[in-house]
């Protein structure tokens, strides 16, 4: 697909979800199962099991070893095919039999990451990124298919100046188009910039003022940052008391076609209400749904790095720096010839 940087550590699942039991990591046209080793590392290989074809995924882990959920067959930690239930007692499973297709997996700083590359994983790439213990801080994740090019994905999550025309219905003002000065910051794999606005007192919004007592309106901070090359984060702060910090992995499918894993942490107080969870994953969702109806119509799919291409003005900074380290990364990897990583068995 186009576009794909190699040699780098991609966002693939949260920390959590690695947590509940394997979790299925579609990237580029493969597919991939993560599940923790007993020793409490992620692992991951091609999400088939040699037998029939199916989902690992779907298992369960037993002592830091995958069981199929097919046949029961069982798999250590490095592949090793353990187990196949159905044959004679004391046999040993069959010739090729062992999981395929391993790839470089680290844990740091809230994901799971996966080194796609051919070159040898480079742990300095790897983001530093803030911690958000449970015992202070709400916790929600979910995913959405977005029908588009990973990279307009992660544009769609720099670019603020859209909310006026695109989120009117549910979280951006009524009244004008947001125009505020940035506050950037740029680093060889990490861009950010703050802005400040007013917030329209509606909805959670409303009881959230009441909450914290305060009167008048009621005034946001926002960090957008992206961290080469597929990880967004948005930080919001509403007054001295409300945060929520969201985090957005674009997993690459195809060009046309991008996976989204998301997690939000909010502050526990000033309140949490019971069901605010589903609440909270319906609203993104709704949100995800306003954005998707342009960005999937935007051409060509993927962002033009000639920067020529497209005309730009002066709140579109944070695409333009994104397009800039994007094609410098690319052209970086193809000045040194590569060679991509084979394909891991689907």
């Known amino acids: 697909m186009s576009q794909l940087a190699q040699n780098c550590w991609y966002a693939i699942a949260s920390s959590f979800a690695l947590r509940q039991g394997p979790v299925a990591v579609p990237f580029a046209g493969h597919d ?31 002592g830091g070893c995958l069981r199929c959920p097919f046949h029961g067959w069982k798999f250590a ?21 062992d999981l395929q297709g391993e790839r470089p997996v680290v844990e740091s700083g809230g994901f799971v990451w996966m080194w796609w590359g051919a070159g040898s994983p480079d742990p ?22 977005w029908d588009t090019h990973f990279s307009r994905v992660i544009e ?6 859209h909310a006026y025309w695109v989120h009117k219905s549910t979280f951006a003002s009524q009244d004008s188009p947001l125009s505020v000065p940035f506050d950037l910051r740029k680093e060889e794999r990490m861009i950010a910039a703050t802005v400040r606005f007013e917030l329209p007192v509606r909805g959670l919004l409303k009881l ?26 948005v930080d919001t702060s509403i007054g001295d008391q409300l945060r929520f910090v969201f985090f957005n992995a674009s997993l690459p499918q195809s060009d046309s076609h991008t996976l989204a894993r998301w997690v939000k942490y909010s ?10 969870d589903a609440k909270s994953i319906a609203i993104s ?21 000639d920067l020529t291409q497209e005309r730009h003005v002066a709140s579109d900074i944070l695409s333009i720096e994104y397009r800039r380290m994007h094609r410098r990364w690319l052209e970086a990897e193809a000045a040194v010839t590569m ?3 084979d394909a891991p068995s689907s």
């Open 285 to 305: 969702r709704t949100i995800f749904l306003e954005d998707h109806g342009v960005v999937r119509s935007q051409r060509p799919a993927p962002v033009p790095l």
């Open 32 to 62: 991939h199962v993560l599940f923790l080793d007993g020793d409490g590392r992620p692992r991951l290989f091609s999400d088939r099991c040699p037998h029939r074809g199916a989902s690992l995924a779907l298992g369960r882990i037993e």
């Open 208 to 233: 959230a003022r009441t909450v914290m007592g305060q009167r008048g309106p009621l005034c946001a901070t926002t960090t957008f940052s992206f961290y080469y090359p597929n990880l967004n984060i």
């Open 77 to 97: 930690s490095d592949g090793t095919c353990l187990e196949a239930p159905a044959e004679p007692a004391g046999s040993r499973p069959p010739a090729r039999s």
């Open 267 to 276: 502050k526990r107080k000033p309140f949490r209400l019971p069901g605010s």
């Open 156 to 161: 769609s999550n720099l670019d603020n100046s």
């Open 124 to 145: 300095g790439l790897l983001p530093d990124l803030p911690l958000f213990p449970a015992a202070a801080w709400g916790h929600v994740e979910s995913s959405f298919d």
């Open 339 to 341: 060679t991509p990583a």
